[in-house]
């Protein structure tokens, strides 16, 4: 527990959560604590600020995308993902700040990307109770899909 109070302490002198900066440096850490999956960092982070925070699918996932290409992690067949041996020599709690992208129909699909990422990795009983809204979501995203052609 000194070692979270210790990580707490660190973060704190960032001043905020946002950016990959501080991100980066509390995913590493956790991932040399225990293999994760993305929801479950989410989770995790969530737990540790006591509820105050959770960050977002939406920064999680291009963050762990980002870092499996820069071989800090590795992400395992069953999804969850570990400190590389690059990850463990480049752990530091201070790290760059990337600036926010405009939004396009890029920068939205990519969203949804990483929204279904989030979903993928929840437990079944999370998602089911949203059945039929995801159903109305598929219809309407293929009926975009479909009217691309007409």
Not at 64 to 74: A, C, F, G, P, R
Not at 110 to 116: A, E, K
């Amino acid at each position: 527990m000194s070692d979270m109070n210790d990580l707490w302490r660190k973060l704190s002198k960032l001043g905020r959560y946002g950016g990959y900066g501080g991100l980066r440096s509390w995913v590493l850490y956790m991932l040399g604590e225990r293999p994760m999956n993305g929801a479950e960092i989410m989770d995790s982070m969530e737990s540790m600020s006591y509820g105050a925070w959770r960050p977002s699918p939406g920064s999680i996932y291009p963050l762990l995308s980002k870092m499996v290409e820069e071989k800090l992690i590795t992400k395992r067949e069953d999804g969850r993902y570990v400190l590389a041996s690059e990850g463990y020599d480049r752990i530091n709690f201070f790290g760059e700040n990337v600036d926010k992208r405009p939004y396009s129909v890029g920068n939205i699909l990519t969203d949804f990307d990483n929204y279904l990422s989030y979903m993928e990795d929840l437990q079944k009983d999370k998602v089911l109770p949203y059945e039929d809204k995801l159903g109305r979501i598929i219809e309407r995203m293929t009926r975009l899909k479909e009217s691309l052609h007409k």
